[in-house]
């Protein structure tokens, strides 16, 4: 195999820089044998620290290297300027959008910086926390105390990808979502445990294949009974059935990112953000 | 005060659609009076699905509303030519930003559908889960037992922000992040907990406005001698004295949301993301 070619790749923001890393990042999975080394610099405010900036990124082709990329989202136009001045080849996001949005809306954009990940929503923030409360109090089936104000109750064998999943609710999306294993002993009775039943319309479940599973749990418990493919099998099986019967909606998390899974239970289950 | 002005905005994606709302809500963001109604509609990955979504963008003008602003990331060319033959007001991540990195690259985008939120990384995926349940088992000073395992060790007083920062570590950078609240007693003693003393080049410190922190407090239990606005403020001075003297890295986490902490906290402690 050819040796991979490296192209250093940097995120420069005045805010966090998770947008524009984000956005960088999808658009450099579209490129195939290429490896890059991404370095976000985040809360570039300032021109002196454009300037530093600009000194670190040049660096990079003094060294010998290829010509490094950098991804913007740069509000202030002073800061912007000083790093079009570098040697990378710059893909500015907010040059190329604001001033379309601009014409379109017919207004002036205010150039605030670092507006999308500040804490200026009081509701918004609050929203979240809470949601992030309730996520870590309603984790496997920890408690059923609250319930009624879930947006949504994950059901799934254990180590099918409820907690991750409801925390990625919770942080991403303000979504107040509780979760509460099938265990072996529902399995045989073939019934939904008792403090979900009044939940039914709430409930969304996660599957995943037995061999998927069997791996995970064989990390976990090494060699128990718990994670033998058999049980594995056993216990997929009858949990989709359960499922089928009680007409609860779900996904497969077996190839799905947490993203993923989320964001397909949002559109299922037609929940309501709280945050954006 | 003059009534708002409205715009309906899509986010439209081939993919879970998490880059390209938060590229168009950092948008957004710049521009004040406009109140905008934000739907995403993710996973448009086919023909069929391009045209359904179409239909719907177009029901925005039908309606009598002003043209609806739409915002892709789509790689798919038969796709994204449906989705720009709406009446809205389209704008194209993946166009304007693909043909640029092509050349600069020297090589073809693989136009390959929904890679930046998929699991396909099997190494990232386990080390998020894996962080993911290091936070939820060291949440809290639940447990010390790996402390030697964390990346990172927040402190600070209940309620600084510890357990969501901790979270979102995992969660969005696959960073293993414990919290050890420090208590009443520990500040009495103007000591470190000895579960954490060893650790102390790892430690990194939370603090809030008392303020602040009497408002989140009140909340959790109202009138408490905890809310009380001279405990907070006792509390407060005390830890900050405490990390001072220990000379523990700190900041405030009063006017910051979970993502600006996160990240001021990797960036001052150096520490090495595993997830991109």
């Known amino acids: 195999m050819p040796e991979k070619s490296q192209r250093i790749v940097f995120f420069v923001s005045d805010g966090t820089g998770i947008t524009v890393e984000m956005l960088g990042h999808s658009l450099l999975t579209q490129f195939e044998g290429i490896e890059f080394n991404q370095i976000t610099i985040p809360f570039i405010d300032t021109v002196e620290k454009a300037h530093a900036c600009v000194g ?8 010998g290297n290829a010509r490094p990329v950098v991804f913007t989202t740069l509000v202030n136009e002073d800061v912007r300027n000083i ?3 570098s040697n990378a080849f710059v893909l500015d996001f907010f040059e190329r959008f604001l001033v379309p949005l601009e014409s379109e809306f017919g207004v002036k954009s205010t150039h605030t910086i670092g507006r999308s990940h500040s804490a200026m929503d009081i ?3 609050k929203d979240r926390i809470e949601a992030i409360n309730f996520s870590l109090a309603h984790d496997d089936g920890v408690s059923a105390r609250e319930f009624s104000k879930a947006d949504v109750i994950l059901v799934g064998v254990s180590r099918s990808g409820k907690t991750p999943t409801c925390l990625y609710l919770a942080l991403q999306f303000g979504i107040k979502a509780a979760n509460y294993p099938l265990i072996p002993e529902d399995l045989e009775r073939m019934k939904l445990p008792v403090p979900i039943q009044a939940f039914r319309s709430r409930l969304y479940g996660l599957t ?3 061999e998927r599973l069997r ?3 064989q990390e976990r418990r090494p060699d128990s009974q718990y994670a033998t ?3 594995c099998r056993h216990e997929v099986t009858q949990a989709e059935l359960l499922m089928r019967r009680e007409g609860i909606r779900w996904l497969s998390s077996t190839t799905k990112s947490i993203e993923e899974i989320a964001t397909t239970l949002v559109q299922d289950m037609k929940l309501e953000r ?3």
Chains 1, 2 share one sequence.
């Open 123 to 125: 509701k918004e923030y």
């Open 83 to 85: 790093i079009h001045k």
């Open 215 to 217: 791996e995970i749990r």
């Open 208 to 210: 995943i294949a037995p």
């Open 56 to 63: 670190r990124i040049d660096e990079v082709l003094h060294a």
């Open 274 to 276: 709280r945050t954006f």
């Open 229 to 231: 493919l058999e049980n």
